[in-house]
Nanobody, 115 residues
């Protein structure tokens, strides 16, 4: 079972940037298409970006052009660069496989966009 640890969240003003990190406990992380999810207050968790083994990335429409997903297989790590943040990006961000069966969910990292 792969354990996941997310970090990098925080409070940022609208228009600001953050870089989230997801560190996996096992190198088997590198064999899967993985993604970043977010869960806003009162809403279900939703996938916002994913990246395959060949580094092909996909994004939900609301973050295209603002978020960039990447991975460093040597470090069992995935990143999400968040630019031009908006209040509606406020959520807890999680990483996991794109397709089930999912690994155990980490604690997530909270992003708050507010002036």
């Amino acid at each position: 079972q792969v354990q996941l640890v997310e970090s990098g969240g925080g409070l940022v003003q609208p228009g600001g940037s953050l870089r989230l990190s997801c560190v996996a406990s096992r190198s088997s992380f590198n064999f899967y298409t993985v993604g970043w999810y977010r869960q806003a207050p009162g809403k279900q968790r939703a996938l916002v970006a994913s990246i395959g083994r060949s580094n092909v990335a996909n994004y939900t429409d609301s973050v295209k052009g603002r978020f960039t997903i990447s991975r460093d297989n040597a470090k069992n790590t995935m990143y999400l660069q968040l630019n031009s943040l908006q209040p509606e990006d406020t959520a807890v961000y999680y990483c996991n496989r794109k397709f089930p069966p999912y690994w155990n969910w980490g604690q997530g990292t909270k992003v708050t966009v507010s002036s």
